[in-house]
Nanobody
Framework: QVQLVESGGGLVQPGGSLRLSCAAS????????MNWYRQAPGKERELVAQ????????NYADSVKGRFTISRDNAKNTVYLQMNSLKPEDTAVYYC?????????WGQGTQVTVSS
């Protein structure tokens, strides 16, 4: 079955960095667009970054452009989110996601807290 397992979250000070990882299994990872979403308390889940199957194209939410970088390693079935210059407003649960055949697949999420 499809599994997406996020890791790498934690507590970081403003201006710091974190690297999230999402290990995928149960499907042909190299053929799927992959996404990172986040959900802050009291807010709707939002798309943060997206990467095409080959990694040749990426898209970002305006709020993270220039600070976050999405990448993937198809040999390791893993997608990453490098987060730099973190701000308190980046605090949220971050989710790995992929969508195909009218279905949505989600990981369990990893908490990122940006606070001094």
């Amino acid at each position: 079955q499809v599994q997406l397992v996020e890791s790498g979250g934690g507590l970081v000070q403003p201006g710091g960095s974190l690297r999230l990882s999402c290990a995928a299994s149960g499907f042909t990872f190299s053929t799927k667009i992959m996404n990172w979403y986040r959900q802050a308390p009291g807010k709707e889940r939002e798309l943060v970054a997206q990467i095409t199957s080959t990694g040749g194209s990426t898209n970002y939410a305006d709020s993270v452009k220039g600070r976050f970088t999405i990448s993937r390693d198809n040999a390791k079935n893993t997608v990453y989110l490098q987060m730099n210059s973190l701000k308190p407003e980046d605090t949220a649960v971050y989710y790995c996601n992929s969508q195909w055949n009218w279905a949505d697949y989600w990981g369990q999420g990893t908490q990122v807290t940006v606070s001094s």
